[in-house]
């Protein structure tokens, strides 16, 4: 069998307790519990003041929508509290991640429920979080990995390719082929997007209704 080592230390080795500290993650969903925001963000680090926490809102790009809260970092938020949107609730999940300043961070599709605008705003964000530690980020939006240092191409649970973006598209590989896909539906949301209103678009894989 294989074995995970970090900075040549096999993890198996290692304390879980150790483990966990030195790992963040930002996963597809957060969850929020029924609190301030405030303990949202500080659950990273217990014990964070109130300084600290703010400029953990303010790297992952939240700390003004948060002061424009009725309460600011006192809302409550959660099932019994404000609703947040998707994007805004990835942010309080980067900050409470950059509180925790961990050395490893992942990122489990951290963006894959988000709209391109949203995307590419929580992108910017996870960029400065990412600065100086090493990150492994999942995902099948390939234009969240353009500017990693190696990208792994995974297929049946195997790597098929591996490269930088360059290099993966020089290959005409199984990347450039989802990279030029991805491309094009990109390219028909924008021309969707500046269509006039009330135009109703069906996917053309998708059979009418029988009547």
């Known amino acids: 069998g294989g074995r995970i080592t970090i900075d040549g230390q096999d993890v198996r080795a290692l304390t879980q307790v150790s483990l966990r500290a030195a790992i963040g993650m930002v996963p597809q969903d957060t969850v929020l519990f029924n609190d301030t925001v405030f303990y949202n ?34 809302a409550t938020v959660g099932e019994r509290g404000l609703k947040l949107s998707g994007g805004e609730k990835q942010r309080v999940a980067i900050a409470r991640t950059v509180l925790k300043a961990p050395a490893i961070l992942i990122f489990d599709e951290a963006t894959s429920a988000l709209d391109s605008r949203t995307e590419q705003d929580i992108v910017k964000a996870l960029k400065a979080v990412s600065k100086d530690r090493t990150t492994v ?20 649970g195997r ?20 990279w030029a896909r991805q491309q094009q539906q990109e390219k028909a949301r924008e021309t969707l997007a500046d269509d006039a209103p009330g135009i109703s678009v069906r996917n053309a894989a998708e059979k009418p209704a029988a009547k």
């Open 159 to 178: 790597i098929v390719e591996r490269g930088s973006h360059p290099d993966l598209l020089n290959k005409n590989g199984r990347y450039a082929d989802m």
């Open 41 to 74: 963000i500080a659950y990273g680090r217990p014990g964070a003041s109130p300084a600290e926490v703010e400029g953990a809102a303010r790297t992952a790009q939240i700390h003004d929508f948060i002061m424009a809260l009725p309460d600011g970092y006192q």
């Open 137 to 156: 980020t999942v995902a099948h939006r390939l234009s969240t990995v353009v500017d990693a240092d190696e990208i792994l191409v995974l297929e049946a």
